[in-house]
């Protein structure tokens, strides 16, 4: 066997037992780790699926109809785990930027540095607002409608690639990050701050965004996944800052060890699917990923929309 497979083979081994022990020891704080860890990448919102696990799946006590902002906050609090994969995983470019803040960092690090911070800069402009309206609300939100417009676009971005391929042999007219400018670093900002939205995907609004402003697709995903790192962080402080006593409430609920469980297994699985995704991402069946993806978008705003219409029947009885 090879050797680089048997590599993965004994850490995807490691991997499960160490999942395995932690569902064993705080099942509900491994499984929503396990939720958080998948969806975060996937375009299906991981705060919505926090949301719907900690409701519907586990017996945390949080219930979306009846107090929509308290799980609402724990599901953006949940990110923890994420950010710190995407730490590790994208260490070196974070160094690189860090080294461009004290004048040694090269072109590209200067490049990447503008476009991470004026998008967080929009991110946190649009985000911010939207998260303080929706954590007014006292009512259940209907999760499943910006999921079924976020798998629309993401089919739209298949059928656009389709399109090109067939267009062009090579992909000679794909852009990376060095033909992008201001226009484009807002209009992923923007789309980066809808997130703040339940049932919106942070890493499927930027992706989808980068894909139509005709960007590699290895480049897009990549872009994605390190946008998120500081916009991310600033919306987990802005959570702890506006709603600490809920934070702590439903901490009280998953225990502390729970929450580090939680934030542990988020991690190992993250650093899994950013792998995953970013290899897939170079290879030429990024169509099929990307129109499979808005397929997976589509089934859990459909299955968003009927637990919602559950829920809503259970109040109303």
Do not use: C
Not at 185 to 194: D, H, M, N
Not at 210 to 239: K, Q
Not at 259 to 285: D, G, Q, Y
Request: glycine share 8%.
């Amino acid at each position: 066997m090879d050797r680089k497979y048997l590599k993965y083979l004994i850490l995807g081994a490691i991997t499960l037992a160490i999942i395995g022990i932690a569902l064993y020891i705080e099942f509900d704080g491994a499984a929503l780790g396990i939720v958080q860890g998948i969806s975060e990448w996937l375009p299906i919102s991981s705060k919505t699926q926090i949301m719907i696990a900690s409701s519907y799946l586990l017996n945390l006590n949080l219930n979306i109809a009846s107090n929509f902002s308290l799980v609402y906050t724990f599901g953006l609090f949940m990110e923890i785990g994420t950010i710190l994969a995407s730490l590790i995983y994208f260490r070196k470019d974070v160094v690189n930027l860090l080294k461009y803040l004290v004048r040694k960092g090269s072109p590209t690090d200067r490049k990447l540095f503008n476009y991470v911070i004026v998008s967080t800069i929009v991110t946190g402009l649009v985000g911010a607002p939207l998260y303080l309206v929706v954590d007014s609300l006292s009512g259940a939100y209907n999760l499943g409608i910006p999921m079924l417009i976020l798998g629309a676009v993401l089919i739209l971005d298949a059928v656009l690639i389709k399109i090109a391929r067939s267009k062009y042999a090579v992909n000679k007219d794909r852009r990376t990050l060095q033909s992008l400018g201001i226009k484009e670093y807002v209009l992923v900002g923007f789309a980066q701050g809808l997130a703040a939205l339940p049932g919106v995907s942070r890493s499927g609004a930027t992706t989808s965004t980068l894909l139509l402003l005709n960007v590699d697709a290895g480049d897009a995903f990549r872009l994605s996944f390190i946008d998120m790192i500081l916009a991310t962080s600033g919306a987990v402080v802005l959570t702890l800052v506006a709603r600490r006593h809920q934070v702590m409430h439903a901490i009280s609920l998953i225990t502390v060890p729970g929450l580090i469980i939680s934030i542990i297994v988020a991690t190992i699985i993250s650093l899994f699917m950013i792998t995953f995704l970013l290899n897939e991402a170079k290879k030429t069946r990024i169509l099929y990923i990307t129109a499979a993806l808005g397929i997976i978008a589509i089934i859990g705003g459909v299955l968003s929309l009927m637990l919602a219409t559950g829920g809503a029947a259970a109040v109303l009885s």
